[in-house]
């Protein structure tokens, strides 16, 4: 039942951040990248947020699918994402307030997703 509630918290939290990316991208990449996107980078940032908006639907359980079909595709997300985040926090100067921040959340989402598969 906890992997339930994980899945559909991250699911809904990808689609909300997607929806502010695809509306409003020069805020996130403000904050998570320290600069704002320039020419195609828009482009780009709004096809992020398309992205995670269908991964966040693709992983809301349904009535004919577990929870547990999501888990690999939510996994490999906040894996790559927290290593991203991680990277670009610690390595370059492409990065801003919320850098770190996505790094630990990500982080996190995949170590829950991780401990509670391990445990059920």
Known sequence: M???????????LEIIVGSIVLVFPNVPCV?????????IGVSVARFAGIAL???GIACLPTRT????????GLLAFNVGAAIL??????ATSQNGILTL???????????TLLLIRAKG
Do not use: K, M, N
């Not at 921040?101 to 170590?111: D, K, M, S, T, V």
């Open 101 to 111: 921040p996505a790094a630990i959340l990500h982080g996190g989402i995949a170590a």
């Open 2 to 12: 906890a992997l339930q509630y994980v899945v559909i918290t991250a699911s809904w």
């Open 31 to 39: 904050l998570l990248f320290g600069a704002e996107p320039q020419g």
């Open 53 to 55: 908006i269908g991964l």
């Open 65 to 72: 699918a577990s929870h547990r079909d999501s888990l690999p």
């Open 85 to 90: 985040f991680a990277w670009l926090a610690i």
